[in-house]
């Protein structure tokens, strides 16, 4: 199985700040990399698939890259809203598995 | 916008069966090249890929739980089903649905449901 590693496992941050969180793969799977967002007692929501691309209504604070083993989901700008926990997700093979969560608290 | 609903029983006795039912609406389960999957969630933990399934019945299934596992499909009635035998206080969990779509990524997620494993 492929092992999704991200970092930092949390953190804290005010609102205004630029946040980034990273995932890193334990194998090359090119550019199949997702990003979800996750608030407490809700569904995963997507943000990012393919590595960059925005999913539809998604607000372009966010934004993703990377490549191969190594990607990079930023917030630019923090919103109020967007304290939640962040998970990446690989969808090169079987099982899909996702990173352990980012948790992005409240300064 | 296709939505996504779970439905089942939130408590399994432990040695039992723990199924689960998706019932997918405003879309065919037939369409596209989706992948119908089941996703679960310790409390507290992250996210778990379980298994799926496309329209044809073909499925892929988590190798640590492929023993006890089976994922099936009715076209008929728009809807996927979960079932995993011989539960353990270990499966309890909240289980999710969800659609991954074309960019092998989940743009649907149903609400989700907890099934918890007690006596």
């Known amino acids: 199985d492929i092992q999704m590693t991200q970092s930092p496992s949390s953190l804290s941050a005010s609102v205004g700040d630029r946040v980034t969180i990273t995932c890193r793969a334990s194998q090359h799977i090119g550019r199949f990399l997702n990003w979800y967002q996750q608030k407490p007692g809700k569904a995963p929501k997507l943000l990012i698939y393919?590595?960059?691309n925005l999913q539809s209504g998604v607000p372009s604070r966010f934004s993703g890259s990377g490549s191969a083993t190594d990607f990079t989901l930023i917030i630019a700008t923090l919103q109020s809203e967007d304290f939640a926990t962040y998970y990446c997700?690989?969808?090169?093979?079987?099982?899909?598995?996702f990173g352990q969560g980012t948790r992005v608290e409240i300064k | 916008q296709v939505q996504l609903q779970e439905s089942g029983p939130g408590l399994v006795k432990p040695s039992q069966t723990l199924s689960l039912t998706c019932t997918v609406s405003?879309?065919?389960?037939?369409?596209?090249?989706?992948?119908w999957t089941w996703i679960r969630q310790h409390p507290g933990k992250g996210l778990e890929w379980i298994g799926n399934i496309y329209h044809t019945g073909s499925t892929s299934y988590k190798s640590s739980l492929k023993s006890r596992l089976a994922i099936s499909v009715d076209t008929s009635n728009n809807q996927f089903s979960l079932e995993l035998r011989s539960v353990t206080a270990a499966d309890t969990a909240v289980y999710y649905c969800?659609?991954?779509?074309?960019?092998?990524?989940?743009?649907?997620w149903g609400l989700g449901t907890l099934v918890t494993v007690s006596s």
């Open positions: 997700q690989q969808g090169y093979s079987t099982p899909e598995t």
């Open positions: 405003g879309g065919s389960i037939s369409s596209g090249a989706n992948y």
């Open positions: 393919a590595a960059s």
């Open positions: 969800a659609r991954r779509g074309d960019h092998f990524s989940y743009d649907n």
